[in-house]
C-alpha cells in the first residue's frame, strides 16, 4: 500500500487537489481542516461549473435543479468542518476526536450512498464532476490521519 506522499500525489495528480503539506498560510487553519477544505473548494468549483451549464441549457427545469446542485455539500461540509475545528482546538479531547471521526464516517457514507453524489458524477453536460472520489479521498485520508493521531 502506497504511503501518505505516494497517496497525496496520486489525489494531485488524478483529482487535482493541492493537499499543503507546510504551515498553513491561516492563522488557526489545521492541516486536516486544509485537507478538507481542498477537497471541498474542489468539488464546488465543479459543482459551480456543472450548474452554469444547467442554467446555460434556458430549460426551466435545469436552471431550478441548477440551485440544487450547487447546494450539493450544504449541510455535509459544514459539519465535517465544524468537527475537525473542534478536534484541533483540543487535541488531546478523546471525545473531539470521537465526534470528528464520527463526522467524517457520515460523510463518507453519504458520499458512498447519495444518489445526487453519484448524478453529479456521472452527468451528461460535458462537465467533469468528481464528488465520489475527491471527497472521498479526502475523508479516507482524514479518517486515517485522526486514527493514528490517537493511535500516536
Known amino acids: 500500500m502506497p504511503d501518505d506522499r ?3 500525489e496520486w489525489v ?10 507546510t504551515a498553513s498560510p491561516n492563522p488557526g487553519a489545521s492541516r486536516t481542516g ?4 481542498a477537497a471541498a473548494d474542489a468539488v464546488g468549483k465543479q459543482l459551480g461549473a456543472l450548474a452554469r451549464a444547467l442554467r446555460e441549457t434556458g430549460i ?6 441548477s440551485r440544487d446542485v450547487e447546494g450539493l455539500l450544504g449541510e455535509t461540509s459544514p459539519t465535517v468542518t465544524g468537527a475537525l475545528q473542534a478536534c484541533d482546538r483540543s487535541p488531546a479531547d478523546a ?3 470521537k465526534a ?6 457520515a460523510a463518507t457514507t453519504w458520499v458512498g450512498n447519495d444518489q445526487r453524489v453519484k448524478a453529479v458524477d456521472g452527468n451528461l453536460f460535458g462537465v467533469t464532476v468528481t464528488a465520489g472520489a475527491t471527497l472521498g479521498a479526502a475523508l479516507r485520508q482524514l479518517q486515517e490521519e485522526l486514527k493514528a493521531e490517537a493511535a500516536a
Do not use: S
Open 60 to 65: 426551466p427545469q435545469l436552471t431550478d435543479l
Open 34 to 37: 486544509d485537507i478538507w477544505q
Open 6 to 8: 505516494g497517496r497525496r
Open 95 to 97: 471525545q473531539a476526536r
Open 100 to 105: 470528528a471521526l464520527a463526522a467524517i464516517a
Open 12 to 21: 494531485t495528480r488524478v483529482l487535482g487537489v493541492a493537499f499543503q503539506t
